[in-house]
Each structure stands twice: as structure tokens, then as C-alpha cells.
């Protein structure tokens, strides 16, 4: 398993700085700055939930949350209590899947992502790099 959390530390105890001083997000969703007990927890938990259930490439995480959650396939999370179709169980488990995915304990490009549409580029033409230029449009 990668351990982010163990690398940022390295790197900030060689630089004589406090982890939190070299975080680019807030600590809470800077994926460097997982892989603490408990993130590990969660992660193994989803990603044990991700094999035993055999959920497709392409699923979003809201339909996971509601197959857990019904019939014969309601689970207890990591700490032993049942996972139910709640609020707090929605964000248990959008936790525990980033935990899982930033710990490389499943893969990120499984997931799909309906609430955001495609990206789009409003660049101009490109520009070569030897020659770079730049202008201040209105």
C-alpha cells in the first residue's frame, strides 16, 4: 500500500517544516496528506467492500452507497457499526473512497463522476514553446 502521509512527513522533516506547512490543500482533502490510521482503516474497508461486491468499472459511488445499504447487501463499516442508507453514511463513504483511492488501494479512473460535465478548452491556437507570446484580451 502507499502511504502519501509517511512520504510528506520525510520530506518535511529534510526541510525542517511542519507537515501542515508544505500542504497545498486543506489537510483534510490534500491527498498527500493521507495514510493516518484511520484513513488506512477506511481505505481497506473499501477497498474489501470494492472486491467482495465486484462493482464495474464506471459505477458512481452513489449507487454503491445504495446497494450497501438495502437487502442482503448491507455491510457494518469499519468500526463494526451497520452502514445504513443515511447522510452519515453517505460521507463515511465518500471518505473511505477517497482513503482507498489515495492509498492506491483501488483505482481512481474506476469511479465515474456525473456531477461535473466534460472540460472544455478555451485556449487559443497553441503556442510553440520556443516562441511564446501573450496578449491581454477584453
Known sequence: MFNPKEILKAIADENDRSVGSILAMAPQNDPYNAGSPTDVAMGEWFADLWNSQKFHKG???????YRVSHGSHVQCKHDGTRYDNTEEDWAYLNKASKAARYLGLVDAADFS??????????????????????????
Open 59 to 65: 459505477i458512481h459511488l452513489r449507487a454503491i452507497h
Open 113 to 138: 463522476d456525473q456531477r461535473n460535465p466534460d472540460p472544455t478548452e478555451n485556449a487559443p491556437e497553441p503556442v510553440a514553446p520556443d516562441d511564446p507570446e501573450w496578449y491581454i484580451g477584453e
